[in-house]
């Protein structure tokens, strides 16, 4: 009886899981194959996978000609079954160059924490860079900074997180970003935004074409360093020394404050904390107000001032 209670049990499970496909559809258009069981995000991730593929053209010098698979999931067990079980909790989209798809959880059904515009524009970065160095794969750092590159993924958040890191001199190595996936949240934070910096600062610094020739060097199965030696001529590890110097130099206890987000960071703190003693201040009178009322008659009507009732007793003031 209780195998069979099992057997039933199972055969439930498996009959909702496959009614939970059935709905699914999978449309081509020129650039993608959608697959989801609404068509409701299809145009906004056509538009955004034509903005990343723009951008992404000019900074790999690729055409990036292939036709990546984008999954739009509605359930965390679907979506575990795509990607894998290994994937953070906390993450809300995934890339697989290697199957060219990318799968992301439903705004509809997971509080995602970012807009569907930066987490298909980040995934295809993933997808196109994989593409542009195949069969090899780059560095956590490296994959990490083109997506958010490519999606423009820089805010107050990003700030805070570098902020905060450099007061508690929790800096990540790049080498060590590689085990991001088994980071927590706030880590993972530190981690995204250096990444996103460390690639920044290559471009800004060395140009695209030192840029590919680092892809080029990796694509060619070179070692980091060779490829790092080919592109800007440092090693990973003088490369490495010379991005902290420009961290230390960007995040510090005089550039927080200087820096436009902290201070308005800075400013709201201090707008709240005033409300809040102003608050205090108020209710301690309202407070001492009603203790004094307390004592005090008010069973009385007010009258009509022009035509006052007249007392009865010799002064008659009302007279």
Known sequence: MKYLKIIILLGFFLSVGSKAGENEQAI?????????????????????VIKA??????????????????????????????????FPDWGAAAALPYRRMMAIKSPAHFPLGKSLRELVMHEYGHLALGDRIRPMHAPRWLDEGVAMYTAAEWGWQNNLAMGRAALFGDFISLHEIEGLNRYSEGKASVAYAQSYL???????????????????????????????????????REFEKEFNLFLNDRYNWGSIFVDTYFLWIFLALVV????????????????????????????????????????????????
């Not at 984008?70 to 795509?82: E, Q, V």
């Not at 001492?288 to 007793?313: L, M």
């Open 28 to 48: 081509e258009r020129e650039l993608f194959v959608y697959h989801a069981t609404t068509t409701q995000y299809l145009a906004p991730v056509e538009l955004n």
């Open 53 to 86: 593929r723009l951008k992404l053209v000019e900074i790999l010098k690729d055409s990036l000609s292939y036709k990546p698979d984008i999954y739009i999931i509605d359930n965390l067990a679907d979506f575990k079954k795509l990607i894998g079980t290994t």
């Open 198 to 236: 460390a690639v920044k600062y290559l471009l800004d610094n060395y140009g695209i074409e030192s840029f590919n020739i680092l892809l080029d060097g990796i694509k060619s199965r070179k070692p980091i360093d060779e490829a790092l030696t080919d592109a800007i001529g440092g090693t990973y």
């Open 272 to 319: 709240f904390i005033g409300f809040v003693l102003q608050y205090r201040k108020r209710k301690k009178y309202y407070d001492k107000w009603a203790e004094e009322e307390k004592y005090q008659s008010t069973d009385f009507d007010y009258g009509d001032p022009d035509n006052p009732e007249q007392i009865d007793d010799e002064d008659k003031p009302w007279s």
